[in-house]
């Protein structure tokens, strides 16, 4: 009897639910499609963490994934986890695709991959490079972030480390959500209705799922053809709806699509991203919002606005402090238009912990009035890739974050697939 129940106990996945193909043979079919920049399946590991499979010909490396725990600086693989608790306890489910779903748990237990591991790579996902990302997930109760790299910054307006990530259960939604940020920080800065503290722009499919279910969950970024999509199973379900903050501010006659969703800007990166002011009177005026993109790699500034500036006149004042002191040659004061560029004139590289300093002011008649206040905007490291987990939830509160999650495997690649691509992946029948 015990030869018996221990060769069910070893019969893989597939055969168990009545399919074809086995475990290995679904690892092997995700680890073989071109453009893989890391696939953790939870099972392929050393001595210190989870390993990446990946493509050879785009990427020389595996990525390292750990346990953590909010409020706990330590990195942890699965055979060192010290929490046995409930809400924090490593649990496994071996129903999902690949045999060994890992349960991760708001900021009891979480997944990450250091900043260190990948800055600079392929997994880096910023600027105008294109992606998807699938995640293979059970939930079971409150959802909210997947997988990605996602800072909230303390839901300050200003702050914030987000580049892009899979979520799913925001927005009064029930499908899938693909978040992305060019600010890093909110979305819509210069709105002070409820939400504007929040990164806004997202798609999402509009087919909802149910928790206690397996799902194939994927998001990608098209950057020629300046789309985000969002997908279930291997589907784009399209959607349009109205978001209150966007309304807020653009004015819009109707509802836009959500997807897919429209996206024109790169995506935030510590040293490349948006900036937007705040202070002008968009409800009544042609301009939506003024904003500057900063690159601190290419020391320059690019300014351009939502709507028709009228012939108005506005310049920016632009500095950079590190412990109180300009890094500048002299702080910029810059008369602009739309599309202008502006040289910042950098004694030396720009580190973390430098603080840009940055106004915009328009010309009343003689003289130069300040439109709104001057934004602080701190330069930080990247942020890490994180499972189950947005940083920076509530100043880093414990009890936020997705409850619940199963996942039974999570990749990347460099490039978008498409839906036949991301349907032969599902493994969803």
């Known amino acids: 009897m015990r030869l018996i129940i221990s060769t069910i106990f070893m019969l893989p996945f597939a055969l168990l639910s009545g399919c074809d193909d086995n475990v290995s043979s679904r690892v092997e079919q995700v680890a073989n499609i071109n453009g893989l920049v890391a696939f953790w399946d939870f099972q392929n590991s050393d001595d210190q963490a989870w390993q990446s499979y990946y493509d050879k010909a785009i990427i020389d490396r595996s990525f390292s994934m750990y346990l953590r725990q909010i409020g706990d600086p330590m990195r942890y693989n699965s055979g060192q986890w010290p929490y046995n608790n409930d809400k924090a306890q490593l649990r496994i489910d071996k129903g999902g695709p690949f045999g060994y779903a890992v349960r991760f748990n708001q900021g009891y237990i979480y997944g990450e991959v250091p900043r260190g591991e990948f800055d600079h790579t392929l997994l880096d996902l910023n600027g105008r490079k294109p992606f998807t990302m699938i995640a293979w997930a059970k939930f079971s109760g409150n959802r909210h972030m997947i997988a990605g790299i996602w800072d909230e910054g303390g839901w300050n307006k200003y702050s914030g480390r987000r580049q892009a990530a899979l979520f799913a259960g925001l927005f009064n939604q029930k499908g899938v959500i693909g978040h992305i940020s060019s600010t890093g920080a ?138 109180g002191k300009s890094i500048l040659n002299f702080p910029v004061r810059e008369n602009i238009t739309p599309g202008d560029n502006i040289i910042i004139p950098l004694t030396t590289p720009t580190k973390p912990g430098d603080i840009i300093i940055t106004a915009l002011e328009t010309a009343e008649g003689n003289k130069w009035t300040k439109v709104g206040t001057p934004i602080e905007r701190h330069i930080m490291e990247g942020a890490p890739f994180t499972l189950g987990r947005a940083l920076g939830l509530d100043e880093g509160s414990i009890d936020h974050g997705s409850v619940e999650l199963y996942l039974d495997g999570v990749a990347v690649f460099n490039r978008v697939l498409t839906e036949q691509e991301l349907a032969d992946l599902s493994f969803i029948k």
């Not at 999402?204 to 998001?219: H, L, P, R, S, Y």
């Not at 997908?231 to 006659?253: A, E, R």
């Not at 937007?276 to 601190?296: Q, S």
């Open 186 to 323: 909110a979305s819509f800065p210069q709105s002070a209705v409820d939400g504007a503290q929040y990164a806004r722009l997202r798609a999402i499919d509009g087919q909802a799922f149910e928790n206690d279910e397996w799902v194939a969950v994927a998001m990608s970024y098209d950057p020629k053809n300046n789309k985000v999509n969002a997908y279930l199973n291997g589907k784009i379900t399209t959607l349009s709806l109205q978001d209150p903050v966007t309304q807020d501010v653009m004015q819009l006659p109707s509802a836009l699509p959500a997807n897919p969703f429209e996206h024109k800007h790169p995506l935030y990166s510590p040293t490349a991203f948006q900036v937007k002011y705040n202070g002008y009177d968009f409800h009544n005026e042609d301009i939506k919002e003024h904003r500057i993109w900063v690159d601190l790699d290419r020391a320059e500034i690019s300014y351009a606005i939502e709507g028709n500036d009228q012939g108005q006149s506005f310049r920016i004042n632009f500095d950079i402090l590190r412990e």
